[in-house]
């Protein structure tokens, strides 16, 4: 088997393919919320904590020298991504609750015994038409 072959065919799976959309949604949503926080969440709080923007928030370690720029521990940055993170984790849990609640629905569902085997029915027609006769 060709190699070209054998990875069409594993390209072509359904788990494959269904995993590429997965990341391809998880990518735009992520930036989805990356500018909820960014642009959305994060003003208001600056203006509530004295008019602040989180993303210039920054320590600064060493000062600019010449073509040299300065050494910063960009702190607002990390502040906005872990806010990101918190709602990222918080959709993706309730996603996840969600599904868990369906399939407990559908183990809680009666559910019908299976059919008996062929000779099981068989035989018990035999026995009927037995007492009959």
Known sequence: MSMMK???EFAMRGNVVDMAVGI???GAFGKIVSSLVKDVIMPPIGILVGGVDFSNLMITLKDAVGDVPAVTINYGIFINTVIDFIIIAFAIFMMIKGMNTLKRKQEEAP?????PPKQEVLLTEIRDLLKKG
């Open 111 to 115: 559910q019908e015994p299976p059919a």
């Open 6 to 8: 054998e990875f069409r």
């Open 24 to 26: 391809i949604i998880g």
